[in-house]
T-cell receptor, first 115, second 112 residues
């Protein structure tokens, strides 16, 4: 069974440019998460989806970040415009719907470098 | 708010040494506790979990016991191998069970 797939693995952009990350969760997992992991730190939740609905986006910087999950499967996370401080690894994860305290399965992440 | 604090790394051990990575937490209610591991070049994966006080999670020779009285969930392994070299993250999920909060991670190096 395929795991969580993210692309691209690496991205280098100049500040003020836009960037987008894509995630395909595990088949049948209706809960999808986007996390940001800064160097030397643990992941921090940006947004959580239940199907198409963003049920927790309290940590998403809405002035420049946006996310969507059309049809409740794949998701994209966008930054526009990017800032130097956005350099981090962006992780996507998924878990079974409506099952609290269940394991989240993570993708390998997209490492973003803003120069 | 909820938070997780784990010991700073890196931790360097010789093969077959005993491992302890300390983790303490602050939370309201009754969180579930997790240890995730990230091997070089790979994504985070669940190592073990415990969902209530005094539960012991175990996997691959690793163990951790949910201690509510000391708000701790220390990771232990009796004999580490070179292949255990990775970054280990302690985490908790809130009472609702859908928001996972991670510690900063502890890097482990095991020498042959």
């Amino acid at each position: 069974e395929a795991g969580v797939v993210q692309s691209p693995r690496y991205k280098i952009i100049e500040k003020k440019q836009p960037v987008a990350f894509w995630c395909n969760p595990i088949s049948g997992h209706n809960t999808l998460y986007w996390y940001r992991q800064n160097l030397g730190q643990g992941p921090e939740l940006l947004i959580r989806y239940e199907n198409e609905e963003a049920v927790d986006d309290s940590q998403l910087p809405k002035d420049r970040f946006s996310a969507e999950r059309l049809k409740g499967v794949d998701s994209t996370l966008k930054i526009q415009p990017a800032e130097l401080g956005d350099s981090a690894v962006y992780l996507c994860a998924s878990s079974a719907e409506g099952v609290p305290n269940t394991e989240a399965f993570f993708g390998q992440g997209t490492r973003l470098t803003v120069v | 708010g909820n938070s997780v604090t784990q010991m700073e790394g890196p931790v360097t051990l010789s093969e077959e040494a005993f491992l302890t990575i300390n983790c303490t937490y602050t939370a309201t209610g009754y969180p579930s506790l997790f240890w995730y591991v990230q091997y070089p070049g790979e994504g985070l994966q669940l190592l073990l979990k415990a969902t209530k006080a005094d539960d012991k999670g175990s996997n691959k020779g690793f163990e951790a016991t949910y201690r509510k009285e000391t708000t701790s969930f220390h990771l232990e392994k009796g004999s580490v191998q070179v292949s255990d070299s990775a970054v280990y993250f302690c985490a908790l999920s809130d009472t609702g069970g859908f928001k996972t909060i991670f510690g900063a991670g502890t890097r482990l190096f095991v020498k042959a």
